[in-house]
């Protein structure tokens, strides 16, 4: 039987069991060793601290992050969070070294804001709130923060000088399909937000190279990567209702959309060939290309086994069944290229 993947916890929830522990210290409590602190989405959870510093007016916890089964970018990573009194009265967030700043709107935060996203700080917030009631700023420090942004895709959605600080459940599940969708979420709001005319939808970045010859001008943030959820992506850009949309899809997805797949995981369904050769005869192509189609293994093999006439006369029904699983999802206006040449 295979072993069930082990949950682990967000860097929000990192930066509040660290603050409950500097604010315990700051109001004169014993130095812990680990602390307890509620979730957005109800539930508890426990950190160990790894050091504690604290001086007049001041405490800083540090925690280790714990992504548990997941492979994110800032699992290991050191969080750090300063509590500090202050005399205006309200909760402050600063960004400490290690911890982006936005530049583009659509993220929910105004630009030049410290990346500490609205649900942390509410979770922050509500876990201090518990202990005392006045003024504090909250300075949130990633020493490593500014080499893990490397490995993000936070430049693209203009948060820049490392990570953010994340988490709508204050849990981390993985190898998320909810956590992809949030991050292709992100990047269609910051575009959007930025005015931009087109967003094209795309599996990765070969098959985003290949498209930016036909838009050269797009800037960055107008490329959002699918993977294998194309349903999903379609279904984001239906509800945040994106005015122009490209849809970009190699043959071995495109085989599988047209016969109105949308998640295209070889785990989910693999390529029907009878249903290609049905295409294929609705196409016109030859008897000899029929039944080579019948005896493929790869979708990729249509782009080198059969004459290029008939891949030609294939490709416009693949492309036209395509858009027609597209539209029943999304309703604006689409395009649909069929990517071959990769």
Request: hydrophobic content about 40%.
């Amino acid at each position: 039987m295979k072993e069930k993947l082990r949950t682990g916890l967000s860097t929000g929830s990192c930066a509040t069991a660290a603050a409950v522990a500097a604010l315990r210290v700051l109001l004169g409590g014993d130095v812990p060793r680990r602390v307890w602190f509620s979730l957005p989405r109800d539930g508890v959870r426990s950190m160990d601290i790894l050091r504690l510093e604290h001086g007049l007016g001041w405490a800083t916890a540090t925690v280790r992050k714990d992504g548990g089964d997941d492979p994110d970018a800032t699992n290991g990573a050191l969080i750090q969070t300063r509590v500090a009194f202050a005399p205006h009265g309200e909760t402050r967030f600063i960004g400490g070294e290690g911890v982006g700043r936005v530049t583009l709107p659509g993220l929910g935060l105004e630009p030049g804001e410290p990346a500490i996203n609205p649900v942390p700080r509410q979770m922050i917030r509500e876990n201090l709130r518990r202990f005392y009631s006045g003024g504090l700023d909250i300075t949130i420090t990633v020493p490593e923060g500014r080499s893990i942004a490397r490995r993000t895709f936070n430049e693209k959605v203009g948060v820049k000088g490392g990570i953010s600080i994340l988490g709508t459940t204050g849990i981390v599940h993985p190898f998320s399909h909810e956590a992809f969708v949030d991050c292709m979420q992100r990047e269609m709001e910051v575009a959007l937000a930025m005015g931009l005319p087109r967003l094209v939808l795309n599996s990765g970045k070969r098959s985003e190279l290949a498209i930016r010859a036909r838009y050269p001008d797009l800037p960055d943030q107008a490329f959002v990567h699918y993977g294998n959820f194309i349903g999903d992506a379609l279904r984001l850009a239906e509800r945040l209702k994106v005015p122009h949309l490209t849809l970009g899809v190699m043959i071995g997805k495109a085989v599988k959309l047209a016969a109105g797949f949308d998640n295209t995981h070889s785990h989910q369904v693999t390529m029907d060939r009878a249903f290609v050769a049905r295409m294929a005869g609705e196409a016109g192509c030859s008897r000899r290309t029929l039944a080579l189609i019948r005896n493929i293994n790869m979708a990729r093999q249509l782009l080198t086994d059969i004459p290029a006439e008939d891949f030609r006369r294939l490709g416009d029904v693949i492309s036209r069944r395509c858009l027609q699983t597209a539209r029943r999802i999304c309703r604006g206006d689409l395009e649909f290229i069929l990517l071959t040449n990769l």
